[in-house]
C-alpha cells in the first residue's frame, strides 16, 4: 500500500476532512493533498510525526507509516478499508441494539403489516414511519418488533435509541446528547465529535449517508428532538414513536393506534395470565373491556392474576370493579404512573383543561359543553381541547365530539376538583347539555 492511500484511510477512519487533518497536524492543506495523492513520496521526519498524531495512530501504524515514508512500501496495512470505493467513514462496529421482542402472536397484526410493508416497497421515498398513540397503546412493543423483523433488509445494524419523551424523573434527551451517543455507536471517537449540536447532526448525516441502517426512535417528545436525527439520504428507514402527533418534515407514513380489538385484547390477556381454558368467554371479555382495551392495562391485569394462584378471572373482574386504576399496579408499572407522566409534561393551562374535563359526569362531551366546562371561549375551548387530542389525552370519534378513553376519565377525575366544585362543575355541565 503506498503512503498517499495508507494516510486517506487513517484520516477517513479519523472522520477528518483533509483540511481538518491539516490543521490538526500543523501542515499546509497543499501538503496533505500530495502526500494522499503520492505526490511527495519522502516527506519529512516531522510532518510524518505530526500526521501519525493528528491521526492517533497506535504503535503498529505508526512503525508502518515510518516504513512507508523512508520508501519501503507496504502490502499490509494495519487496518484494512472495509471497502476501497467508500467515500466516507466506515463504522467500526455494526450496530445491534434492538431490546427483546416481546410481542405477542396475533396483536397488531395488521399494524405490523402497515409498517413491513411500508419498509419494504423501494418505490416509496418516505423513510419514516411514525406510530403515535395514547400511553400504553403499545407503540414501543410494536416497534421494536416491526424492527426484529426487518433487521436482516439493514446490513448495517439496528439503532435503538430512547429519546425519554415520557420517562420517569428523567428529562427527554437533547438532541445534541442522542447524537453524540449514535456517533460514538458509530465507531467515532469522542474526541471527534463537535462541539456544535448542527455539526453533530452534520456529521451524523455523512456517517448514515450510503448506509442502510434501522433507526428506532422511541418515545419522542417534540419535532424538535427529532429533527436533527432523521437522515437525509434513502437507505436508511427509521420508525419513530411518540405519545404526541408530531409534525415530521418530508414523506412521513403516520400510524395512530387505537385501543385493540376485542378478539386481540383477549388474546393478550389469556397469553399473559394464562387463564384455564374453562373461564367463561363473557367474563374474559368484560376484564379486557374495564381494561380499557388499552395493552398496557390489560398486560397488567393479566401479571395480577398471575401473581396471585389463589385468584380466579371472576376475583379480578371483580377487583376491577372496585377500583381500576388502583388494581391496574404490577411492580413498577402502573396505568396511573404512565398516564401522570403525560399530564405532568402539559402546560398548566392544559393541565387544568384536562382536570376540568375529567369532572364531566359522561367521558363524551360536544364542543359546547367543553366550553361550558372549560368556562372559557369556544375559540380558546378548540385550541386547548386540539392540544389534548395531539397529546393523546382526548379522543374525536366525530367532528365536533369529544370523548376521554375509560381509564383517562377515571385519571382524570381522580387529579381535581375537589367534591364542592365538582357538583358547580357538573351543573354547568349539565346546563350546557340542556341548552
Ligand atoms: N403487541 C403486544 N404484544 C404483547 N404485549 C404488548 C403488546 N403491545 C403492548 N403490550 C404490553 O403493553 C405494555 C405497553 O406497551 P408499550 O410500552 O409498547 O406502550 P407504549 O405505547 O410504547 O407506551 P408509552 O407511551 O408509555 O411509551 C408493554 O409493556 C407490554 O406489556
Ligand atoms: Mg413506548
Redesign the pocket.
Known sequence: MSLGALLRMWRRRALLTQEQLAERAGLNVRTVRRLENDGLLQPRTTSVLALAKALELDGAERATLNAVARGHPTDRPTTAPADPSVTGPRPWTIPRQLPAD???PG??ERELAIVEDHATMPELNEVVVFVN??????????AV?AAHRLAPRFPDGQLFVDLHG?AQATAPVEPGAALARILRTMGVPAKHIPWHPDDRAALYRSVLAGRRLLIVL??AADEHQLQPLLPATPGCQVIV?S?HRLTCPGDVRILS?DTLPLAEAIT?FTR?AGCDRDTPPDVLAEIVRRCGLL??A??IAAACLQAHPAWNAHHLLDRLAADRLTELTAGR?SVTA?FD?SYERLPTDQQEAYRLLGSALHPAFDLDTATALLNTTTTQAIRLLDHLLNAHLLQEPAPGLYRLHDLIHAHASALWPPDGVRASLQVRCHTALLT
Open positions: 416481546v410481542a405477542a396483536v397488531r398513540g395514547m400511553a400504553g397503546m403499545g407503540k414501543t412493543v410494536l418488533h415520557h422511541d418515545d414513536t405519545r393506534l393478550l399473559t395493552p398496557l390489560i398486560r408499572q404512565a407522566r
